[in-house]
């Protein structure tokens, strides 16, 4: 054996080793909550708690279901059912929450956290209890719950604000807002209509009276209604009429629907500056009224799709 071939074998070793202990020194560096040896037992060792035995079984309180060991987002309340099987079932996980791997069994499709690897219980297909035809079944020992008065408590804590603006597809509007550092969250629906609780296909026909909106949630410590209403004006061209590009309609009108007097006071001053540049501004300012959530397929539209806006091109004005 030439020493050349020895000192390969030696280096191979030494970077083994590095890697492995690399990767205790990341693991333990990752905090995971304090598991009691039950839920030990399911989450570590891909056990199975009792059927019937479970404290979410039969929950039906509105929230988000997490995972116990890190706390990652992993179930939307309105997507558990009764599966009458004896564990939590839904038939969706929050997207990129949830990973699958074959099962030891050689059989079945086994789900862990994707964030800590965390046994969930098992997904099946192909049952027919919901339309979409699929269950997680999962052990409640694996799970946490946040309701949503403890996620609008949290909200009210932070002082947050909301704003509401119509300029053309909502796609393009929420795409360019959820991008603004200290806004919470951008939701596309519909305001300034005469129809309660539209569909898309309501809004379309033209004869609700609604205009595509998007309500934004912000704080206020970290962006400013002034930063929020010039960023409106600079990505959509605020002087076409009843239309944005190609999209024709009055659901597509330009509108500043305001919350309060200061924010029509702003959005008001805003456009006076825009028109002593030479912009003739149709935009409407209009008090706020009812805001009804667009479906849930027109949420976070192009970040799902991996595209950018077409009629929604930022253009610097102010």
């Known amino acids: 054996m030439n020493k050349t071939f020895i000192f390969a074998i030696?280096?191979?070793?030494?970077?083994?080793?590095?890697?492995?202990?690399?990767?205790k020194k990341e693991e333990k560096s990752m905090k995971y909550n304090e598991l009691t040896p039950d839920e030990e037992y399911v989450i570590l060792n891909k056990g199975t708690e009792r059927p019937f035995t479970g404290k979410y079984v039969n929950h039906k309180e509105d929230g988000t279901y997490t995972c116990k060991r890190c706390d990652a987002p992993l179930y939307k309340s309105a997507d558990k059912f009764d599966s009458h099987c004896g564990w939590p079932s839904f038939d969706d996980e929050i997207e990129g929450a949830v990973k699958r791997v074959p099962d030891r069994d050689g059989v079945r499709t086994?789900?862990?956290?994707?964030?800590?690897?965390?046994?969930?219980?098992?997904?099946?297909?192909?049952?027919?209890?919901?339309?979409?035809?699929?269950?997680?079944?999962?052990?409640?020992?694996?799970?946490?719950?946040?309701?949503?008065?403890?996620?609008?408590?949290?909200?009210?804590?932070?002082?947050?604000?909301?704003?509401?603006?119509?300029?053309?597809?909502?796609?393009?509007?929420?795409?360019?807002f959820e991008k603004l550092d200290g806004v919470i969250s951008a939701e596309s629906g519909y305001m300034g209509g005469t129809v309660d609780n539209p569909?898309?296909?309501?809004?379309?026909?033209?004869?609700?009276?609604?205009?595509?909106?998007?309500?934004?949630t912000y704080n206020p410590d970290r962006v400013s209604y002034e930063t929020l209403a010039k960023l409106f004006f600079e990505t959509h061209d605020p002087t076409q009429l009843n239309r944005q590009?190609?999209?024709?309609?009055?659901?597509?009108?330009?509108?500043?629907?305001?919350?309060?007097?200061?924010?029509?006071?702003?959005?008001?001053?805003?456009?006076?500056?825009?028109?002593?540049?030479?912009?003739?501004?149709?935009?409407?300012?209009?008090?706020?009224?009812?805001?009804?959530?667009?479906?849930?397929?027109?949420?976070?539209?192009?970040?799902?799709?991996?595209?950018?806006?077409?009629?929604?091109?930022?253009?610097?004005?102010?």
């Open 245 to 318: 590009g190609p999209d024709i309609g009055d659901q597509y009108r330009s509108v500043v629907f305001y919350a309060d007097q200061e924010q029509k006071e702003i959005t008001q001053e805003l456009i006076e500056e825009l028109k002593e540049k030479g912009y003739k501004v149709v935009t409407k300012v209009e008090k706020a009224e009812m805001f009804w959530p667009a479906e849930d397929y027109h949420q976070d539209y192009y970040e799902h799709k991996g595209t950018s806006p077409y009629c929604h091109i930022y253009t610097q004005r102010f």
């Open 110 to 176: 086994e789900i862990v956290c994707a964030n800590c690897g965390g046994h969930l219980g098992h997904v099946f297909k192909g049952e027919g209890f919901t339309d979409k035809n699929i269950r997680h079944c999962v052990n409640s020992i694996s799970l946490n719950f946040v309701s949503v008065n403890a996620t609008q408590t949290a909200a009210q804590e932070q002082r947050l604000s909301e704003a509401y603006f119509a300029g053309g597809c909502f796609w393009g509007v929420e795409y360019h």
């Open 10 to 23: 030696l280096l191979i070793a030494a970077v083994t080793i590095l890697a492995q202990n690399s990767g």
């Open 199 to 216: 569909t898309y296909e309501q809004v379309c026909s033209g004869r609700t009276g609604h205009a595509e909106t998007v309500k934004i």
